[in-house]
């Protein structure tokens, strides 16, 4: 799927089973797309290469939580509510035009 950021069209995964949501962005360098974690609240960087953007959403993709260039070995939680928010993890600097009410669009 795709996310419009900044007028900068971006392709983001959809981490839909085990083995995307267990290692989702880890080991990556030069980190060019998104990965969205549906129903999740928390998110870690243990393993990761270089820093990342995580973006917390509520139901209605509305941005709860923004945390820039979240350094490796952190854990980020967004909320308290599992199944009533998801995380988006974006390539370092992107969320930068991103404020917290912003609802973002995915389109296939």
């Known amino acids: 799927m795709n996310l419009k950021i900044n ?10 089973n085990f083995k995307t949501r267990l290692f989702g962005l880890m080991g990556q360098k030069g980190i060019k797309e ?14 990761m290469k270089e820093e990342i953007d995580v973006i ?3 139901e209605e993709n509305q941005v ?10 952190k854990i980020v939680k967004v909320s308290n509510e599992n199944k009533k928010t998801s995380i ?8 930068k035009g991103l404020v917290i009410g912003s609802v973002l669009t995915f389109t296939e």
């Open 34 to 47: 998104g990965i969205l974690f549906p129903k999740c609240n928390a998110i870690h960087t243990f393993f």
């Open 7 to 16: 007028n900068k069209k971006m392709t983001v995964k959809k981490a839909t």
């Open 88 to 95: 988006l993890e974006l390539p370092k600097d992107t969320s």
């Open 64 to 73: 709860i939580y923004i945390y820039r260039n979240v350094p490796k070995n």
């Open 56 to 58: 917390g959403l509520n």
